[in-house]
């Protein structure tokens, strides 16, 4: 099962490869990668290669023949394949005029025909035009730098244009430009450097940017429009091209191979798109999804500049050695104070499925006067060793034998009152794990119905009778929990089996496959590349499928983001919610009639949770800055800015100082070490649970007066 939000993304000029795959090493790094000269790059002449003309026909025919969907070629899909080619060449809107978009029209019913007979140079000529554009646009910013900036006008820099028109002239383009280098210049003014130090490091970033360009070829070409046209038929179909494909298998993709992260180009920045549970980033606690990465060092030498590199030369500058150190400069994603970078040391370790594996701890929470005992088994993936199971070991691990034995730790030592499976951030993996997982908690019975794209369903259950759990459970989900996470939270669910707390999940309802190209075509010199599916669809045993709408928890918690800017939601190419027949199968619970009694006492409770009202305050904010969509330019408006946001970030640290004991402190920089916060969601998750214990339990006892 391939998995969440793994749609490639081509910013410009790199793409990333997300998938629920476990990250591992790279086992033959490149520490000191060579880095091309940025003096006097020269851009390519590209054009398509004889291979292209090839693989552009076996691609449309594959996808025709295999896809879920069963997609047509035609001037409808011609018109959206040349709108996604462009938003991938250009996504804020940055570098065409409206001339050229107008221009590029003559092609709006050509791409089809452009992609079925492998007639490529549509394609190409538009890329030549971004090219140039690009060329264009970086020499009037590093001639930008020539004079020193202001930073004292009123000016505001639009950082979202994706709603914008499209720059009428060169005019309206050089406004935008030299409001986009003043930002950059701020930003460094603000992380303490001084003008001549601001200058050289964007007129070097800018030639950078320069180079990554001149580097690009007719691969690359390639590859941007082949995912524009694959991104058009669902955001989980795409295209590898040759050299991603060599680095692509079940339990690799594009990514921070040491550190545990997978990375995303945006624009000139290189971000981080999701981080693997247990590995060394998560392990640090420093590095957070959406984080640009700006500079990389190795151990003690001297940072270098990354902004404006290709991803894949970003990725051989932190490939390295288990055991070696890396230094990352970051921009965090939500930092408390804006425009402010980091250093962070990883060291770099092989990401070992033992890490990614469950987890057990038990909260102990006071209860009227008693103890109550919490297991919770947190779930970073669902795993099996395929091959030691193929090969007929007893002992090969797995999620559901792992589970299996945690549980019955937990309830030989001390035991538990009530258990929580925590899915937050799980992507999904194998998908009979998901299946057997459910298991533990059910006799016996279907979990979850598999349609291809002939329409036959196949009902994929448990069948093995009696439980390892028959006490009260809830499953704590968020935004990230996604596929094989969401076919197990929607099987609990259905059944009534457990309390589904949290986010609503991300909604990916789908299966995909991989085909390398080269062997289906019976190609020897492994230039196709290869190619990703979505083959077969997930419904619930109710017939729902799980795709764009997930799983809906029966109590919420707050939610940082939209679904219409995250999950699968916010793909147009998403494939749509459906409904098939049911299946039949016996509930063993119903939690409607204790739902309204917990939703009251949740919200009393978090009303004096000192952690969720943060997290309640910091959403707002969040949601208020991004409905903005614009930043100030003016340095004095600015340090007022980060001032509120460094007094926020001080109260908070001395609130929880003094409910630990600890004294206050004056201030925070970059040596302080700060209070550690709750896991509020998981504290309230754990509380909630408890109250439905207590809850059905007086029940019980009515009904048992009633009857005598």
Not at 295 to 307: F, I, L, R, S, Y
Not at 329 to 346: C, D, F, L, M, R
Not at 431 to 440: R, Y
Request: proline content about 3%.
């Amino acid at each position: 099962m391939v998995s969440i939000k793994s749609v490639v993304k081509t910013s410009i000029i790199a793409i990333s490869l997300s998938t629920t795959c476990q990250l591992i090493a790279n086992p033959n790094p490149n520490p000191n990668p060579t880095i091309a000269s940025v003096e006097d790059p020269q851009m390519l002449d590209i054009s398509p290669k004889a291979v292209h003309h090839q693989a552009s026909r076996y691609i449309s025919w594959f996808i025709h023949d295999y896809h879920y969907a069963k997609p047509k070629l035609r001037d409808n899909e011609s018109a959206k394949i040349l709108e996604q080619y462009i938003e991938m060449l250009d996504p804020n809107k940055s570098y065409f005029l409206a001339s050229d978009i107008r221009g590029f029209q003559k092609y709006r019913y050509k791409m089809d025909d452009s992609i079925s007979y492998g007639l490529l140079n549509p394609s190409f000529d538009i890329y030549a035009v971004f090219q140039k554009r690009w060329a264009e646009r970086n020499e009037y910013a590093m001639s930008l730098l020539n004079k020193k900036m202001d930073f004292t006008t009123k000016d505001e820099f639009q950082i979202d244009r994706e709603e914008a028109n499209w720059a009428v002239n060169k005019e309206e383009l050089d406004d935008y430009w030299q409001k986009r280098v003043k930002n950059d210049a701020l930003n460094l003014v603000l992380a303490d450097k001084k003008w001549e130090e601001a200058k050289e490091i964007l007129t070097k970033r800018y030639k950078v940017a320069m180079r990554r360009v001149s580097q690009i070829n007719s691969e690359d070409v390639f590859s941007y429009f082949m995912n524009a046209y694959t991104n058009t038929v669902d955001p989980h179909t795409s295209y590898f091209s040759p050299r991603t494909a060599e680095n692509f298998n079940i339990d690799m993709k594009l990514s921070l191979e040491g550190i545990g992260a997978v990375l995303q180009a945006d624009d000139v920045y290189t971000k981080i798109n999701r981080i693997v549970e247990a590995g060394p980033a998560d392990k640090s606690g420093e590095i957070s999804v959406d984080d640009k990465i700006i500079a990389v060092g190795q151990d003690k030498e001297p940072m270098v500049d990354v902004v404006g590199w290709r991803l894949d030369d970003v990725v051989d500058l932190i490939r390295g050695d288990a055991g070696s150190v890396v230094r990352l400069e970051v921009e965090p994603a939500n930092s408390t104070v804006s425009g402010k970078t980091k250093i962070v040391s990883i060291v770099r370790e092989k990401v070992k499925l033992e890490e990614q594996a469950a987890k057990s701890e038990v909260i102990e929470i006071e209860n009227g006067g008693k103890t109550q005992r919490v297991g919770v088994i947190d779930l970073p993936k669902f795993y099996v060793d395929f091959k030691a199971r193929y090969e007929g070991k007893k002992d090969y691990r797995s999620t559901t034998r792992d589970v299996r034995r945690l549980i019955e730790e937990m309830k030989a030592d001390k035991g538990i009152d009530a258990l929580i499976i925590d899915l937050r951030s799980n992507g999904g993996g194998a998908l009979d794990e998901a299946t057997a997982l459910t298991g533990l908690f059910i006799d016996k019975g279907p979990v979850v119905q598999d349609r291809n794209r002939r329409g036959q369903v196949e009902i994929l259950g448990d069948t093995d009778a009696g439980t390892s759990w028959d006490g009260a459970l809830a499953v704590l989900v968020n935004g990230s929990s996604a596929s094989a996470s969401e076919i197990f939270a929607g099987a609990i669910q259905d059944y009534g089996r457990g309390l589904i707390i949290g986010e609503q999940t991300f909604g990916k309802g789908t299966v995909q496959t991989v085909l390398d190209l080269n062997q289906r075509v019976r190609s020897e010199d492994n230039g196709f590349g290869a190619l990703k599916l979505t083959v077969n669809k997930f419904y619930r045993i109710t017939g729902k499928s799980t795709q764009m709408k997930g799983v809906m928890p029966d109590i919420n918690f707050p939610d940082p983001y939209s679904r219409k800017d995250f999950g699968e939601q916010s793909y147009d190419s998403a494939l749509k919610w459906d409904v098939i027949n049911p299946v039949d199968y016996d509930k063993v619970g119903d939690f409607s009639d204790y739902l309204a009694a917990l939703q009251k006492k949740h919200e009393q409770r978090i009303e004096n949770d000192r952690e969720f009202q943060y997290l309640i305050e910091d959403i707002a904010e969040l949601n208020k800055r991004r409905a903005k969509k614009t930043v100030s330019l003016n340095i004095e408006e600015r340090k007022q800015r980060r001032k509120m946001d460094k007094q926020k970030q001080l109260d908070r640290e001395n609130e929880r100082r003094v409910v630990k004991g600890l004294k206050p402190i004056l201030q925070i920089d970059e040596n302080t070490e700060l209070t550690e916060p709750d896991d509020s969601k998981l504290q309230e998750a754990a509380n909630i649970l408890l109250d439905y214990v207590i809850l059905q339990q007086t029940n019980k006892y009515a009904d048992l007066n009633n009857k005598s």
